[in-house]
């Protein structure tokens, strides 16, 4: 996957975060859990434009760690959703499974580049 595939991905998932966060119902729980959800999933994709102007492999190394970290963090909150039921699981898991895949791939080159630089 190239460099402006991924980037394209990312922002495709920041929406889809968005869009679903829309649906969420307007109680005190859903709205903290809600916050979470937009803040982390729309992190991964401006962090990943960071990463990707990075000035040396160290600095990629660390703003990626953190899209990473967003990702994951993203997908539990999207578990909480889903295990809450706020929403119906055929909504929330399309994205669940695409900020699961996102995840893998930082992931992978998160090892790839840390592998090279050893």
Not at 11 to 27: A, G, V, Y
Not at 61 to 86: C, N, P, R, Y
């Amino acid at each position: 996957m190239t460099t402006d595939e991924l980037k394209f991905r990312s922002k495709r998932f920041s929406l889809m975060i968005i869009d679903l966060i829309e649906k969420l119902p307007n109680t005190i729980a859903c709205r903290a859990v809600a916050n979470q959800i937009v803040r982390s999933g729309t992190s991964v994709g401006a962090n990943y434009r960071a990463a990707c102007r990075a000035r040396s492999d160290r600095e990629f190394i660390a703003k990626l760690t953190i899209v990473a970290e967003e990702a994951d963090e993203t997908l539990f909150w999207l578990e909480i959703v889903m295990d809450k039921q706020w929403l119906n699981k055929a909504e929330v898991e399309p994205i669940w499974i695409e900020g699961n895949e996102l995840t893998a791939i930082f992931v992978s080159s998160l090892k790839t580049i840390k592998a090279r630089n050893s």
